[in-house]
């Protein structure tokens, strides 16, 4: 493989920055109903993995749900809100 061709891979990567999809505390919502939206929403998410996700929330306010490209925080993002949860989205850098 020559450098130019691994050069032109790491240039596409930067191409495609990523995103930090983050969950807001919410005092309308029961903890067993935001585990659920979790998991049903990020499918890759474990059940622990979701309660320790709104659990964070639950403590300090925010959690990191899932960092990825653009498109899929957007769509997550938008996906936790329809189940009644905040969320936003922010560069991760």
Do not use: W
């Amino acid at each position: 493989m020559s450098v130019e061709t691994i050069e032109k891979r790491s240039t596409s990567r930067k191409l495609a920055p990523r995103y930090r999809v983050l969950l807001h505390n919410d005092d309308h919502n029961s903890m067993e109903y935001v585990v659920q939206a979790l998991i049903t929403t990020v499918t890759s998410l474990t059940q622990p993995q979701a309660v320790s996700i709104m659990m964070e929330a639950h403590t300090n306010g925010l959690a990191l749900v899932i960092t990825c490209a653009q498109e899929h925080a957007e769509f997550y993002c938008e996906t936790l809100k329809s189940h009644g949860l905040s969320s936003t989205i922010e560069p991760d850098e």
